[in-house]
């Protein structure tokens, strides 16, 4: 089975422009989480989406948001991009919402802000 | 809400020496999980934990959950240049929060 993917894997973007990620999670794999890692902050959840509904939201500004297809493909979006907003986006799939789901990772989209 | 602590942030030790690292939460939880992430890499699943009191081993890793379900610890027996990479637990609260709490690793270099 094909991993998680995502794209693109890296990203430049200035201050003040929108940006949009992908992430096609394994096959048969309905439920999408997205993650933003920093040095100083580790691994912070940002949402998770289960049958195009978002189930979880993590405590982040409103310009983050995402999304997910009927394929369980999801998106995030960050409008209005800060310098702080450089960072490893994580997108982690998984069978189902519920308890003790595994995680799987994707390699992540290395954004940088300028 | 919900927080995980881990220590330490950065162990560095010989080849062959041991590693430990611990993992608390500020709630009970329903189980935690552990991920290593190679440099470079990305988070890698390694193990569940579900049951108080649970030991699981995997090789030279073994993992334990306390009896509170508040904490968790990840020892490395031996260590090799392989085990190189940050180890992260992550919490699974209680109740209908499915969601799950990251700590914020330890990074663990190893000299030859």
């Known amino acids: 089975k094909a991993g998680v993917t995502q794209t693109p894997r890296y990203l430049i973007k200035t201050r003040g422009q929108q940006v949009t990620l992908s992430c096609s999670p394994i096959?048969?794999?309905?439920?999408v989480s997205w993650y933003q890692q920093t040095p100083g902050q580790g691994l912070q959840f940002l949402f998770e989406?289960?049958?195009?509904?978002?189930?979880n939201k993590g405590n982040f500004p409103g310009r983050f948001s995402g999304r997910q297809f009927s394929n369980s493909r999801s998106e995030m979006n960050v409008s209005t991009l800060e310098l702080g907003d450089s960072a490893l986006y994580l997108c982690?799939?998984?069978?189902?919402?519920?308890?003790?789901?595994?995680?799987?990772f994707g390699p992540g989209t290395r954004l940088l802000v300028l | 809400g919900q927080q995980v602590m881990q220590i330490p942030q950065y162990q560095h030790v010989q080849e062959g020496e041991d590693f430990t690292t611990y993992c608390n939460s500020s709630?009970?939880?329903?189980?935690i999980q552990w991920y290593k992430q190679r440099p470079g890499g990305h988070p890698v699943f390694l193990i569940q934990?579900?049951?108080?009191?649970e030991v699981k081993k995997q090789k030279r890793l073994t993992f334990q959950f306390g009896e509170a379900k508040k904490n968790s610890s990840l020892h490395i027996t031996a260590t090799q240049t392989t085990d190189v990479g940050t180890y992260f637990c992550?919490?699974?609260?209680?109740?209908?929060?499915?969601?799950?709490?990251f700590g914020k690793g330890t990074l663990l270099t190893v000299n030859p």
């Open positions: 096959s048969g794999h309905r439920s």
């Open positions: 989406y289960f049958s195009e509904t978002q189930r």
């Open positions: 934990l579900v049951k108080s009191g």
């Open positions: 982690a799939s998984s069978l189902a919402v519920g308890r003790g789901e595994t995680q799987y």
């Open positions: 709630t009970t939880l329903s189980n």
């Open positions: 992550a919490g699974e609260g209680g109740g209908s929060n499915y969601k799950l709490t």
